[in-house]
Structures are given as C-alpha cells and as structure tokens.
C-alpha cells in the first residue's frame, strides 16, 4: 500500500466493533461527545492534526458503516499502552450504510471498505470524503 500524505487525507476513519450506544452509554442523534479512541502506532499518526475531519466507522455485521462524524479535538496522545485521539464526534440520527457506499463508485474502493478489518486510523481521499458526505441524512 503506498504512503498516504497530508494532501491524501480528505478525512479520518476510526473504527469500533461496539455499537455507538456501547461507546457512549446514553448518546442520543445529534449530540456531540468527545470520544477517545485507541489508535495503531504508525506514520499516519503523524498526518493527524487538531480540526480534521473524522467518521466514526461500526465493523461488524450487525449495521456496519458511519454512524458519527466529526472533528480531531487534540493532537495524538498517549494512554500509556499506546497512542489515543479525543475526537469530538456528533451521533448520526441514522447511519450511513456500508453497502450504500458500496454501491456508490466514487467511494467503494475506500480503504476502509477494501479491508474493514484494518486498522486504526484510516483515511478517505479528498473525493471519497465529499461522497460520503452526500450520503448523509
């Protein structure tokens, strides 16, 4: 895979396998929380600044795709057992599904959709970013 660049990152993707209502107990649609979320050590953390954009991304089967967005509050950070980023995320009133995007070409050959099982961050190009922007309720 070739070497994302700050001018390659259109926004960031972080992933959860737990349900929004897991994450923050009592989230309602169209609150805004900030959320720590754990992240891989990896040159891509470096390309993350306070105020990009950020999707909140559910894996699983059960209602995959993206249910928050919003923007990096703070710079990347330590828990002590690895690197952390608070993101201020508001809750979608519904998601985004992942086969909607799927279906959509400018955004189906996204990172996140090829190897859903791939780390944290991810990242969506400049052009896939305004898709899945569009797809939004």
Known sequence: MPRLHAADVGC????????????????????????????????RLGLMRPGQPVLLWLSGRDRPGVHATGVLAGEVGSDGDGPVVVVRFT?????VPRADLLADP???????????????PSSLTPPQ?????????
């Open 12 to 43: 960031w993707v972080v992933k959860t396998a737990r349900p929004p209502d897991a994450v923050v107990p009592g989230w309602r649609p169209g609150e805004e929380r900030e959320v720590a979320r754990c992240l891989r050590p990896s040159y």
């Open 91 to 95: 809750l979608l009133p519904a998601h």
């Open 106 to 120: 400018a955004v189906r050959d996204a990172e996140v959709l090829r190897m859903p099982a791939g780390s944290n």
């Open 129 to 137: 970013y305004a898709a899945v922007l569009a797809h939004l309720p």
